[in-house]
C-alpha cells in the first residue's frame, strides 16, 4: 500500500477524533487546557496503544509531531467555536464514525504489514479505533461506551473481519484500506440512526430495559 496514503489517512483519523475529544471536554465543562487534552487523548491514544501492542517503537505520536499538532489545533478550534456550535453537532456522532472507520482500517494495515494473523489483524482494528475513546470515558469516570450497549466496537470488529476476507480473496493495495474504512463507517452510522443495541445481561428477576 502507498505509505503516503496511510499516513495521510493516519492524521485524517486523528485529527477527526481530536475533534470528538475535544467536544467531550467541553461538554463536561472543562478549561482550555482539558479540552486540548482530551483533544489529544482521544486523537492520539488508540494509534499509541496500537502501536504499543505491534511493537512499533517509537511509536508514530512521539516520532512525529504532526499528530499532536493537529490534536491540538482541533483542540483549540472547538474550544473556539463552543459557544455557537457546541450542544447543536450531532454531526459529531458521523464524525467520530468516519475516525473509526479510518483508524480501523490503519491498525489492520499495520498489522497485516507485519505478518500477523486474522486475529492480531482484527484485534489492532479495534484497539486503534476504539482505544482513545475508551481513555475519554474514563478520564470523565464513565463506563466506556464499548463496553454498554452502543454499536460501535461491534462495527470495527465487523471492518476488521471484512478486512481479513477481502485479503485472502487476494484484494490488496488502498482498494482493501478504502473498502475497510468506508464499510466500517456505513455500519457505524447506521447503528447510530437506526439505534441498534447489542443485548444486554440481565439477572435473576430483572426485567428486560426500555431501549
Not at 1 to 7: A, F, N, Q
Not at 106 to 128: D, H, N, P, Q
Amino acid at each position: 500500500m502507498d505509505s503516503g496514503i496511510v499516513y495521510a489517512f493516519d492524521i485524517f483519523g486523528t485529527a477527526i477524533f481530536a475533534i470528538t475529544g475535544a467536544v467531550k471536554g467541553v461538554r463536561n465543562r472543562l478549561d482550555f487546557l482539558g479540552v486540548i487534552v482530551f483533544a489529544i487523548t482521544v486523537g492520539c491514544g488508540g494509534g499509541m496503544l496500537r502501536d504499543t501492542l505491534l511493537g512499533i517503537f517509537p511509536i508514530a505520536v512521539f516520532n512525529d509531531n504532526a499528530y499532536v499538532l493537529v490534536c491540538i489545533a482541533m483542540g483549540i478550534l472547538v474550544f473556539l467555536l463552543s459557544p455557537k456550535a457546541v450542544g447543536r453537532w450531532s454531526i459529531i456522532q458521523y464524525l467520530d464514525a468516519i475516525g473509526l472507520g479510518v483508524f480501523t482500517a490503519i491498525g489492520c494495515v499495520k498489522a497485516e504489514a507485519l505478518g500477523l494473523g486474522a486475529i492480531g489483524v482484527m484485534t489492532s482494528g479495534v484497539f486503534g479505533a476504539v482505544g482513545g475513546g475508551v481513555l475519554r470515558d474514563v478520564f470523565c469516570h464513565e463506563i466506556p461506551m464499548v463496553l454498554t450497549s452502543d454499536f460501535y466496537a461491534s462495527a470495527s470488529i465487523l471492518g476488521g473481519l471484512l478486512f481479513v476476507i477481502l485479503f485472502s480473496l487476494g484484494v490488496s493495495g488502498d482498494v482493501l484500506m478504502y473498502a475497510t474504512a468506508i464499510f466500517t463507517t456505513v455500519l457505524r452510522m447506521l447503528g447510530y440512526h437506526f439505534r441498534w443495541r447489542l443485548p444486554v445481561a440481565r439477572m435473576v428477576g430483572e426485567k428486560k430495559r426500555d431501549r
